[in-house]
């Protein structure tokens, strides 16, 4: 069994590696479990030296967690308009294919996704169909991030539900992690090829169908929509692949 010491090395070796190579938001969640580890490993420490040594890590890896951290939110605040769309009530034709589709490419190796509302049914299946279509675009996709509300009713349905879409994705070799936060508002998908795509009503845009029989009910090109703008961002220096 590994020691946490080496379970905190193996975790901040990979945070290193991925760091290197412009996997940002992986090596954020890496370089925070890392530095947990230590610290854990440095409360326990009863040799001065030792110790010393830990904290001494410690903090050298927290300023460079900060500094990957501080890049990420830039990614957010900056960019260029690169297109922008406004969906009517009542609308079709607006998959998420359409609004998504150009914008995943090889050269996605990570997504950021900010979503305050994935608590209901139809949500988190919306959730499940957007990264389908992540998956199955982007192939070198190799880590998907949702930061969203957690959901304190319905006995951790929610959690339960990403759990299974969590060992759904690493069956693709695409590692899924939830981080949440109770005072999110921003709806926001964040792709590592430098693109920003902001949505009014975030992923959950569609009127429910009227009927499982008609068309819409499974292909969401022909579901009416909410009325809604999509504003897409560009930004060159927030490319890491």
């Given amino acids: 069994m590994a020691t946490p010491t080496m379970m905190a090395v193996t975790l901040l070796t990979r945070a290193i590696e991925y760091d290197v190579v412009g996997r940002k938001l992986e090596a954020l969640k890496l370089y925070e479990d890392g530095i947990e580890s230590l610290l854990k490993e440095s409360k326990a420490e009863t040799d001065p030296k030792r110790k010393q040594h830990y904290q001494t890590k410690i903090v050298e890896y927290m300023n460079r967690a900060e500094q990957v951290k ?4 830039r990614w957010k605040s900056k960019g260029v308009i690169s297109d922008r769309i406004h969906i009517v009530e009542g609308a079709t034709g607006y998959s998420y ?13 990570e997504i950021l996704l900010e979503e305050p509302y994935v608590r209901e049914h139809h949500q988190i299946c919306n959730l499940v169909m957007f990264c389908e279509l992540a998956v199955n ?18 006995g951790d349905e929610q959690g339960r539900a990403f759990e299974v879409l969590k ?14 936060s109770e ?5 926001q998908v964040i792709l590592s090829n430098g693109y920003v795509i902001k949505i009014g009503r975030g992923l959950n845009y569609f009127k429910p ?24 961002f560009y ?4 490319n890491k692949s």
Wanted: aromatic share 12%; charged share 30%.
């Fill in 167 to 180: 060992q759904s994705l690493h069956k693709q070799a695409v590692k899924f992690v939830v981080e949440y």
């Fill in 209 to 232: 169908s009227p009927s499982k029989y008609c068309l819409g009910a499974f292909n969401y090109h022909f579901r009416e929509c909410r009325e809604t703008n999509v504003d897409v």
């Fill in 235 to 238: 930004c060159p220096e927030n």
């Fill in 70 to 73: 501080e890049l990420v939110t």
């Fill in 183 to 187: 005072h999110m508002h921003d709806r």
């Fill in 137 to 154: 675009s982007c192939r070198n996709l190799k880590y998907i991030q949702l930061a969203t509300v957690k959901e304190a009713k319905n």
């Fill in 97 to 109: 294919d359409r609004i998504f589709g150009k914008y995943f490419n090889d050269e996605v190796h």
